[in-house]
């Protein structure tokens, strides 16, 4: 467990090409992320869960018939937090179910690889969801929140 340091005076904002590669260095480094997802009546679920950075896109995956993944395969929609409340990123995107041969050569190894979990193992279903973002936002402080926007509408921000 990391400890956080809480600064009585808090450094700096960082510029925002600082922030994107901030960004996409935990996007590359981090094992897990908080995943959250709604049911059709809006019930909320959130767990963690391994994944994949695999060509601006996040893997994961998860039994079938966990609340995850019936929402991911019913609707879609999904909110991935990273990180602890004084340095966090959030992403919102949409998920697309698919299996173990839908991935392209080399990437159920490089998932299981990196998240040291490999779905293939488990006599029940464990589907993956390419998750693609549409939008994310960073900050660690207050002084950081006014430009916390890094992409929109899938796009990197300049």
Avoid: K
Avoid at 13 to 38: G, L, Q, S
Avoid at 88 to 100: F, Q
């Amino acid at each position: 467990m990391t400890e956080q340091t809480i600064q009585a005076v808090p450094a700096p904002p960082r510029p925002h090409e600082e922030r994107i590669e901030d960004t996409r260095a935990r996007f590359e480094n981090d094992v897990d992320v908080w995943v959250a997802t709604a049911d059709a009546d809006g019930v909320p679920c959130m767990v963690p869960l391994s994944f994949l950075w695999d060509d601006g896109t996040f893997l994961v995956s998860t039994q079938r018939t966990n609340p995850t993944a019936r929402n991911l395969i019913a609707n879609g929609r999904v909110r991935l937090a990273f990180g602890v409340t004084r340095d966090v990123v959030l992403v919102e995107g949409t998920a697309s179910p698919l299996e173990a041969a839908d991935l392209a050569p080399g990437v159920r190894e490089a998932f299981a690889a990196h998240t040291g979990f490999d779905p293939s193992g488990y006599a029940t279903p464990y589907p993956y969801f390419r998750i693609t973002p549409e939008w994310i936002q960073a900050w660690r402080e207050v002084n950081e929140i006014a430009d916390r926007q890094l992409m929109t509408n899938g796009r990197w921000l300049p």
